[in-house]
């Protein structure tokens, strides 16, 4: 499909919505399900784009994912469905990343969903009036429906601040802000151990091996833990509801990628409350508590990492390290 020929009566309110999927139909048909519930819908273009199928075990939920868009009526402002002809995959120029593109020669802003989410009623409303509140400022990076299950403090206060971590799972972003980000091997070219400290102190020890990691082998594409560095190293904040998350992640029943559905993690995932509420307005400054919630986000991260873990990946990864320096060893490129 031409994205060109969808309607030309945009809602400008409204943020489309990006769903790259493939064959998880259960899972999918929850996710647009509970998104044509949510008010706004109507408002609300949706692009679904459903990949390739690599193996034959993929081509029945892919079929059943295909009819169900073709035969079901949707509450949305419009409904765009991309069947790819061939295996677009994850990363640069992969099935997201395609659909971005096209996506961004038309609108300013979108909201992205991975295809295991579900959604409160108000979810759309918190994205668009957050996409619209923030526009203009650029101290914020993205706004995320998501809200982790940690002891966040709040006041009166409906929303926070924090730049400690981003979730993939249901996040608005600008165009300005996809598009000023830099090179997938800019961690590569601009590593610092003062920066690798600075992280491991603010965001905690995994992610600051996540950041030494891209000096060995950048990405291809931008996401979800990277963008969560980039944010913290630009003095950039994500904005959150501040009570109940607006989204579900069910991929942790053991269908999602590192997700095991039997583990206690994967149970306050799959279990996790969202919010019932049909409205929502931006209360406070988003400020309340923010180095107390900086801190929580760090404690309560539910991929932490001991100390021994990461002495032990220090240790290993500063003798490669110096062997890089000595021209011993070469890096790798994002295409390698």
Known sequence: MNLNESSKNEKESCAPVLIPTLCRFDHFQQCIDSLSRCKWADKTDVYVAIDYPTKEA????????????????????SLHVIVREKNYGVGCGGNLETLRTEILKKYDSYIMSEDDNLFSPNFLIFMNKGLKKFKDDKSVFAINGYRHFYPVKRASNTFFRQNVDFSAWGYGIWKDRFESLPPCDYFQKNFSFKKLFEIKKNLGKNRALNYWSYYFKPFDSWFDSAYGIYAFLKGMDIIMPAEDSLVRNIGWDGSGEHCDAKDSLSQKHLNQKISSQSDFEFDGSGFEFYKENRAIFKDFSYAKVSSFFFWKKFC?????????KLSIIKLKSPEQ
Do not use: M, P, Q
């Open 58 to 77: 993929h081509w029945d939920g892919h079929d059943k994912i295909k009819n169900y868009l073709e035969t079901t009526k949707f509450e949305f402002n």
């Open 316 to 324: 290993k990864w500063i003798v490669k390290y110096i062997l890089v």
